[in-house]
């Protein structure tokens, strides 16, 4: 399991604010990447898209996992549901790479290469990567268990 380090951590934390003020452009703009994937796209609630719904509440968990990526502890119910949710809906460990190909660039476009520098982007990198393999290890373990 990737786990990010103090570095990485304390860039993620630093830009909270940023992710507080631009959150669902952020997450708006990495959803219209990761749509040009048909076969992602299948996976989505397409009416939570549209009002809005599914891009405030991926920013709001993104701000809480920003703000919280040095007491994962405090995120223990939203990490339950998001696994719930994934489970419900079929991800895999597969479609994890085509979220990150979609955020990063979606952080740069919204924050501007300024703001989101190729150290912030690789912190953020980093910290999607521990989250995600938090998030597998659950998925697999309730896959395993509902077979």
């Not at 934390?13 to 992602?40: C, S």
């Amino acid at each position: 399991m990737r786990i990010a380090s103090e570095h990485a951590k304390a860039i993620v934390k630093a830009t909270a604010p940023a992710i507080e003020k631009h959150g669902v452009a952020i997450t708006t703009a990495m959803y219209k990447r990761l749509f040009q994937n048909e076969d992602v796209k299948a996976m989505f609630d397409q009416a939570a898209q549209e009002s809005g719904e599914q891009p405030r509440r991926l920013a709001g968990a993104i701000l809480a996992y920003a703000k919280n990526i040095d007491k994962l502890e405090n995120l223990g119910s939203a990490v339950n549901r998001m696994v719930q949710r994934h489970v419900e809906t079929g991800v895999k460990a597969e479609h994890y790479p085509y979220v990150a190909e979609a955020l990063l660039p979606a952080i740069r476009d919204v924050l501007g290469a300024d703001v989101a520098t190729d150290e912030v982007l690789g912190a953020w990198g980093e910290a999607y990567w521990m989250l995600a393999d938090i998030l597998i290890a659950a998925e697999a373990e309730a896959y395993a268990a509902a077979a």
